[in-house]
Structures are given as structure tokens and as C-alpha cells.
């Protein structure tokens, strides 16, 4: 499946932003999906994850509360709604999927299989 994500962008702490995830092809409803994130000098970091029926979802603990994963199979398409944004929330947000046939942890880059080109989060103090 191809992915591309948009929604980026620059905001003031404690705002708001919407991110998603567009996919292409029919097995979209069959992925786990995710987002990771990247800030500058550092390693790629998982942020959030939900299984392909939706009924799992996975926060690192530093977003829980704040942000929130979801998908709409119908749409081919995969969210991320990012509310009370802190400064250490800027980096590039990357989506990713797995078939769900491949099990391992959800933490790991090494899992997933498709990666969306990146979208710029940037949150001003």
C-alpha cells in the first residue's frame, strides 16, 4: 500500500492539528497502521498505533491524553488528532503499515513495510 501523509504545519503551544494519511490500494483495511515521528538529530520514535479492525490502539506515553489515532477502512485513510501540542511534539511525522499478518511489536520501524513521505510538525514556544 502507498501512503502519504499531510496536515503539518506550524502552531503555538496548546494548540491543535490534524494529521492524516491517505492510502492507496485495496488492503488498506488489512494493515496495522502507525505514526512514527523524527526530530532533528534524532532517532525515529513510535508515537501511536491501531490494528486494522480498530480495536487496538497504542500511545507512547509522553502523547497519551493528547493525541488520538483512528481510521476510517472506508476511506482508505489513517488520523492523528493532536491536541494540547508542546514544543518537544516538533518533528516530522511519518505514517507507516504492516500487513496484519506480521506480528511483532508495534514499536519497531523494522515491522512495517509501507512509509508515507513525512509531514513537518512545528510548535512554537
Known amino acids: 500500500v502507498q501512503l502519504q501523509a499531510s496536515g503539518g504545519g506550524l502552531v503555538q503551544a496548546g494548540g491543535s492539528l490534524s494529521l492524516s494519511c491517505a492510502a492507496a490500494g485495496r488492503t488498506f483495511s488489512t494493515y496495522d497502521m502507525a505514526w512514527f515521528r523524527q526530530a532533528p538529530g534524532k532517532e525515529r520514535q513510535f508515537v501511536a498505533a491501531?490494528?486494522?479492525?480498530?480495536?487496538?490502539?497504542y500511545y507512547v506515553y509522553s502523547v497519551k491524553g493528547r493525541f488520538t489515532i483512528s481510521r476510517d477502512n472506508a476511506k482508505n485513510t489513517l488520523y492523528l488528532q493532536m491536541n494540547s501540542l508542546k514544543p518537544e511534539d516538533t518533528a516530522v511525522y511519518y505514517c507507516?503499515?504492516?500487513?496484519?499478518?506480521?506480528?511483532?511489536?508495534?514499536?519497531?520501524?523494522?515491522?512495517?513495510?509501507?512509509w508515507g513521505q513525512g509531514t513537518l510538525v512545528t510548535v512554537s514556544s
Open positions: 507507516a503499515g504492516k500487513p496484519s499478518s506480521i506480528r511483532g511489536s508495534y514499536l519497531s520501524t523494522t515491522q512495517y513495510t509501507s
Open positions: 491501531i490494528g486494522w479492525s480498530s480495536g487496538s490502539t
